[in-house]
């Protein structure tokens, strides 16, 4: 261990959670790459390198323990004391790696593991939406069948604790968390009691999803409102004047035909800008239009928007 005896003692483990959780899955043993790095490197390179470097580190730090674990366990237990925090903890912050090493290559049978809330790792990754971890454990054979009708000791199944409302700082906007939390929840909804306890839980989200899609709304709308008066303002008023016949000067210039092309586009796409954003406005706003309808219109509102602007320069 060198000149950091403190990386190995009883204390480390209590500071696990609180690392993990201050810095994301690669940075994880920041500190110990530190003191490799060349100082000559510009410090965005210096940043690929150490989180290059880091990520190694961490993973055969990791492997070192299981093989220890491996070989001073005499019970499962003691395995389960070794390697249950860790793991736990990985889940929590998405770091899918560590219970990749752990369960898939190592200990297969520490998916019975349960943490102090008596959540196995199923229940664990579920119930803090890290989809990667999800993927690794569902995908491994047998453990749907193991998973779907497992009841953990408050007698919670995989889709009650989908149902949870889970704070979110991955995507911005009420409406687009509620949407995140929606597409959780759908890949089960066959049972009466889940689907109740999703709706008790998410009535504030669906409340701030609502106002936050319309005030949304309302500000894009009027911004492209704006672009098709400008829009219809530039196709009566032709530029260059007309002449005798009351054909414009222009008519034949590439400019003027760029102009015309570029300005129909700008009102077409602003109108279908302002549909999409009525549509919002207009929209009943449950629970099943966040996951579908209203994303899909929000999109296409500000694409169109974005369009529409970009054509009038």
């Not at 492997?63 to 003691?78: F, L, M, P, S």
Request: aromatic residues 12%; contains cysteine.
């Amino acid at each position: 261990y060198g000149p950091h005896p403190h990386l190995h003692s009883e204390n480390a483990d209590g500071d696990l959670e609180k690392q993990l959780s201050e810095t994301s899955p690669f940075a994880f043993g920041l500190y110990i790459s530190y003191f490799y790095l060349n100082p000559y490197y510009p410090p965005s390179i210096k940043s690929i390198r150490n989180t290059k470097l880091t990520h190694k580190q961490t993973l055969e730090i990791l492997r070192i323990i299981c093989v220890g674990a491996v070989d001073i366990a005499t019970a499962a237990k003691e395995t389960e004391n070794v390697l249950k925090k860790p793991m736990f903890t990985a889940a929590k912050f998405g770091i899918y790696e560590i219970v990749m090493e752990i369960i898939i290559s190592y200990f297969p049978w520490s998916l019975s593991f349960s943490n102090e809330d008596g959540d196995d790792i199923f229940h664990a990754a579920v119930k803090h939406r890290q989809e990667n971890v999800f993927n690794i454990i569902f995908n491994m054979p047998k453990a749907q069948t193991f998973f779907v009708a497992d009841i953990d000791v408050k007698g919670v199944n995989i889709l009650h604790s989908a149902a949870r409302s889970v704070p979110s700082s991955e995507v911005s906007g009420a409406a687009l968390q509620m949407q995140r939390e929606l597409q959780w929840f759908k890949l089960n909804d066959k049972d009466k009691t889940p689907r109740e306890l999703f709706t008790e839980e998410h009535k504030g989200l669906v409340k701030e999803g609502e106002k936050w899609m319309k005030d949304t709304a309302q500000s894009c709308s009027l911004v492209a409102t704006l672009v098709i008066t400008i829009a219809f303002a530039a196709a009566i008023t032709v530029p260059g004047d007309s002449d005798s016949r009351g054909m414009p000067n222009y008519l034949h210039e590439p400019s003027f035909t760029i102009f015309g092309i570029s300005n129909a586009l700008a009102l077409f796409s602003s109108v279908v800008s302002v549909l999409m954003f009525l549509g919002i406005l207009t929209s009943r706003f449950s629970e099943e239009d966040f996951l579908v309808s209203l994303p899909r219109k929000l999109i296409i509102g500000l694409i169109t928007l974005f369009f529409s602007i970009a054509s009038l320069m």
